[in-house]
Structure formats: C-alpha cells, structure tokens
C-alpha cells in the first residue's frame, strides 16, 4: 500500500517507504521505462483543479497518458486516450501532438 504525501526525496520515499505524490509516481515511472527502452514523458498540469504530474508514453507508435496514482487508486493498471482525460489540464503545446489525442508517430524523416 501507498500512502499519498509530497516528500523533499519523492522517488526514494516512494520506493523505500511507499510515500509519494503524483509527482514521485510519474519520475520513478519514466526512470523505468528509460531504463526497459520505452520513451516516457512526465506532464504536469493539474487533475480536479490540484497541481499533478503524470505520464505520456509512447507505446508502439501512438502515445497514451498513464496516471500511475490514480491507477494505483484503482488497483488496476490502464493507458487513457485524451479523451479519457477529463479533469486534467495540461500545457497542449508542450507535448507531442499536444498530448490531447493519439499521436501515430512518424517513420519519415
């Protein structure tokens, strides 16, 4: 179990202790699908009005938003389309394609 609370070392008290925020949840996301060699940005906005971070990861060519606290809210793991993101705001111009629909990416060069 996870207890929700902002700590001055989020990854580590996440990992260590299970205490994070949002915040902590997505950094030790993206680290470790750095590290598996997926591409994984971490997006901050806010989720029902309050200051948020969460995940846009690249699976195969189309990118999805993955909000690791909330799914760990859930008990369950999921990928959300932007359509699927109600509540949130982000900076649209700060992410691929926005990060307001699925994204196919581009082979071209």
């Known amino acids: 179990d996870y207890k929700q609370e902002t700590s001055i070392t ?51 060519d189309t990118y999805y938003h993955v909000d690791l606290l909330k799914c760990s809210e859930e008990g369950k793991y999921s990928q959300r389309n932007a359509g699927e993101m109600e509540g949130y705001v982000w900076d649209y111009s700060a992410y691929p ?5 699925e994204i196919p990416v581009s082979t071209e060069n």
């Open 10 to 60: 989020p990854a580590y008290s996440l990992l260590r202790h299970g205490i994070g925020d949002s915040r902590a949840f997505a950094q030790v996301y993206a680290a470790m699908c750095r590290d598996a060699g997926l591409t994984c940005l971490c997006v901050t906005g806010t989720r029902a009005g309050e200051p948020w971070t969460w995940n846009l990861v690249l699976d195969g």
């Open 97 to 101: 394609g926005g990060g307001r629909t």
